[in-house]
């Protein structure tokens, strides 16, 4: 074992000796930013608002760096420019000029001796890089729709919205839509009539994902934004499933009466619900354990398990939900519930129940609903 290790860190040395690479080590790069979401503003150019600085961290293990290229989509000089640093160095600071998301990439060169079968080292040169798509959001400000919207002229935010939306330099940009889906969901709330709009409650909630789709940085959380979606997504959650349960103890259970009728009809409405919830969060994990209990009241068991199966992995990993709004934490909790009802009884066992339970436990530990059925329903998933 001894001349093992000997024979190992002899090996090593002489690796580091011949390469200038650290055993069992290799460069690594990795890219940050200090923002990712810049702003424009057709009125007023206001300084830092639309520059982001760029930086690429390089971790030698030993080579030798040789060099640094930045590449950035778009044209340079005519929707970004170079205001710091430079393209081939480690940092660079950028002014952004037109809407639009950005892909970056960054790559390092860097060069490892290697030994010849004469017996000469030379230098080989190799590159490393990292590139993210999307990496960086440039939106405008639209002054003009926060006024109106902050105004509650929702059915004239509506139209104003469209006309952005179609707009070709918004493009890509989530913000006109978001606009568009406050301007029907005001529509909705104070029972607006326009005889071009039918449902405004379902065009927000079209509107909604869309732009959700569209945010690759989180332009919804954006303070103007984020309160706003919170309450958004609280009111179809509580629409289409929260309101359509049953309590037992104080504890959400689904209904389990004789009218089959009644049965039938809060399937599809709870189907219903969660098909709409779920395009409308940017936080997918929150919405699967509701989708899966629904499906398995439906008798969907199937596709229930096929969510189980991946998702109880994915949440036991999860680390925070620090990004999750109002309603997606209590689509989790209420989904979880649900979910620890089931799983007993197709399991023959507490497992996963209590699994799930136990991890939540540090986000909803003084939540009643979650105590009543925690502590009583499932004895604190004590042995029995």
Known sequence: MKTTLLFRLTLALAITLLTGVTYGQKPTLSLKSNKRILTLDEEEDRPGNNTVKLEASFVAAGTKKVGTAWSI????????????????????????????????????????????????????????????????????????????????????????????????????????????????????????????????????????????????????????????????????????IIFKLDDENGYPVFYNGKDANKKLTLQDELGEGIEQYSTITKNPIAAKFLEAAIRFQAKDSKGANAIWKVEIPNLLKLKNIDKFTEADKLALKTGIILSAQILPIIEKNNTNACLLLTKIKEWFGEDKDFIAFYEGKMNSCKEQ
């Open 73 to 240: 989509s778009g044209v340079q000089d005519k929707d970004w420019e170079v205001i710091g640093g430079a393209l081939n160095a480690a940092s660079v600071e950028l002014k952004f000029k037109k809407v639009g998301n950005y892909d970056v990439a960054v790559a390092t060169t860097y060069s490892v001796k290697k030994k010849l079968k004469n017996g000469e080292i030379e230098e080989e040169e190799t590159d490393i890089e990292v590139e993210e798509e999307a990496y960086i959001t440039v939106t405008n400000n639209l002054d003009e729709l926060t006024q109106i919207h902050a105004d509650s002229n929702f059915v004239k935010l509506v139209k104003k919205s469209a006309d952005y939306v179609i707009k070709p330099k918004f493009a890509g940009d989530p913000t006109p839509t978001i606009f568009l889906a406050k301007g029907y969901y005001g529509m909705y709330r104070k029972d607006l009539k326009d005889a071009q709009i039918q449902d405004p409650y379902d065009e927000a909630i079209n509107a909604v994902a869309s732009a959700i789709e569209m945010d690759q940085n989180g332009i919804f959380y954006t303070p103007v934004h984020k309160m706003w979606l919170s309450g958004f997504q609280t009111e179809v959650l509580n629409n289409g």
